[in-house]
């Protein structure tokens, strides 16, 4: 057996990148030094948790008096079939939160990707999979099992961005970016049965992972993630920049967990051979895309129509309209913004999709000099890629909603509201906005 140096042995350990800190040498800790070690890693558990439970009650609060005592408007249930009403505790907490794609989930955990038409396969598969299983192992309904899923991945995701962020800035930035995404205006998400905790949980899991060099936990973890958003594949990017980050140039040290790097890619084959083997298409979930209304355009175009508008389906336009301004300050009564026209008007009007668009971008800029650059490799393309495919309903459709697992935005906004006198108004702004859209998801009007 060849003699390695021990000095060439340790630097081969070294898996972290060039800006991890870590502890000079090694032996007795001093008792303060134990207890605030002790303090810190409980706060990464119950500060997030403490975060979670308050969202969960804002968001199930809401959701809950707003959808068996508010009055709803039309559904918009997959192929115009509104499911039974659930039974016990699950009526009161899961059926507020399981409208729009929650009931597609529960279509393809009950009856898989087969049948009538493509529309399913825009779903990715990971989420109804679970949901499935979890109902054959617990006898529960699938709308329940996906409830509880993405309320604990939820927790889980806070918990584990709790410690990507410390690890990165500090446990102040730490604190400050759960509470912001956890309050966001859109963050009711989170808690309804859709795949935006599941996702948050594994692409904030893997690069967790990759950032503490375990490559390959990272990699079976980002390719769960592609599993359940076609997005997640893109983590190949971040992924590699913190390799090149820990092993440099050094092409020797790279085997075997350069490998691990690029399982992600497995997520968006294993998903085509499913849709191959059951639907005939392997490019179904790209096909289907036409059938959301969505077509090519570039980022300048889409954001024009965002603006402006450019198509006019059914009357109302791509693009943001403002009348629902001129009708409050005409209006301004609690009749009005409570009337089902008033609020129809305002969940049409797509000026949601076009500021959080705006705030988005505009937090991507800031963050190219405040973030690490694999944090800027993940949200850039997140923002960028939806607008080359617009849909001519919404040319900004569920831009809201795709940013709340662009967590890297969050940051820049903890590291921008420092002072607690300017965030403290902000986040409250911001909890009502959420209640207020959270009312409106559980009662059918659109959201994002």
């Known amino acids: ?102 009931l597609w989930y529960k279509l393809i955990a009950e009856q898989g990707y087969g049948g009538f038409g493509l529309h399913k396969a825009a779903f990715w598969p990971l989420f109804p999979w679970v949901m499935d299983a979890g109902s054959r192992l617990s006898g529960a309904s699938v709308d329940v099992v996906g409830y509880v899923f993405a309320n604990l991945s939820f927790v889980v995701a806070l918990v584990l961005l709790y410690r990507l962020v410390a690890l990165d800035f500090d446990r102040a930035v730490a604190r400050r970016t759960v509470w912001a995404i956890a309050l966001f205006p859109t963050a009711l998400f989170f808690s309804a049965v859709y795949t935006e905790s599941p996702f948050l949980m594994l692409t904030v899991g893997a690069l967790l992972a990759a950032r503490l060099g375990n490559w390959w936990l990272a990699g079976v973890v980002g390719a769960l993630a592609a599993l359940t958003r076609s997005y997640g594949v893109l983590l190949l990017l971040p992924f590699a920049i913190l390799f090149l980050q820990q092993y440099r140039l050094d092409v020797r040290r790279w085997f075997p967990n350069i490998l691990a790097v690029g399982l992600p890619a497995l997520g968006p084959a294993v998903f085509a051979w499913h849709l191959d083997r059951v639907m005939g298409d392997r490019l179904a979930f790209v096909h289907v895309q036409t059938g959301w209304n969505r077509y090519e355009s570039n980022p300048i175009d889409t954001l024009r129509c965002g603006i402006r508008g450019c198509y006019y389906l059914g009357g109302n336009s791509d693009g943001a309209e403002w009348g629902w301004v001129r009708t409050l300050l005409d209006h301004p009564t609690w009749a009005t913004v409570t009337s089902n026209p008033f609020r129809a008007q305002v969940a049409n009007s797509d000026t949601l999709e076009l500021v959080c668009t705006g705030l988005f971008l505009g937090l991507a800029i800031v963050g190219l000099r405040a973030l690490p650059l694999y944090q800027s490799a993940f949200l850039i393309p997140g923002l960028v890629i939806p607008l080359y495919q617009p849909s001519s309903v919404h040319a900004l459709m569920s831009m809201p909603r795709f940013g709340l697992t662009l967590f890297p935005l969050f940051v820049v906004l903890a590291l921008l509201f420092r002072s607690r006198r300017v965030a403290l108004p902000a986040l409250a702004l911001s909890t009502c906005l959420l209640i207020l859209l959270t009312v409106q998801f559980a009662q059918w009007y659109w959201v994002s």
Request: aromatic share 6%; net charge positive; hydrophobic share 40%.
């Open 1 to 102: 057996m060849a003699y390695t140096p021990r000095r060439t042995r340790e630097r081969s350990r070294a898996s972290a990148t060039a800006d991890t800190i870590r502890l000079p040498g090694a032996g007795v800790v001093p008792r303060g030094l134990l207890r605030r070690g002790t303090a810190t890693r409980a706060e990464a558990l119950t500060f997030p948790l403490l975060v979670g439970a308050v969202h969960w009650v804002i968001v199930q609060v809401a959701a809950t008096l707003a959808y068996h005592f508010g009055t709803p408007t039309t559904d918009s249930a997959p192929y115009d079939t509104v499911p039974t009403p659930l039974d016990g505790l699950a009526h009161l907490l899961v059926e507020p939160l399981r409208l729009w794609d929650g």
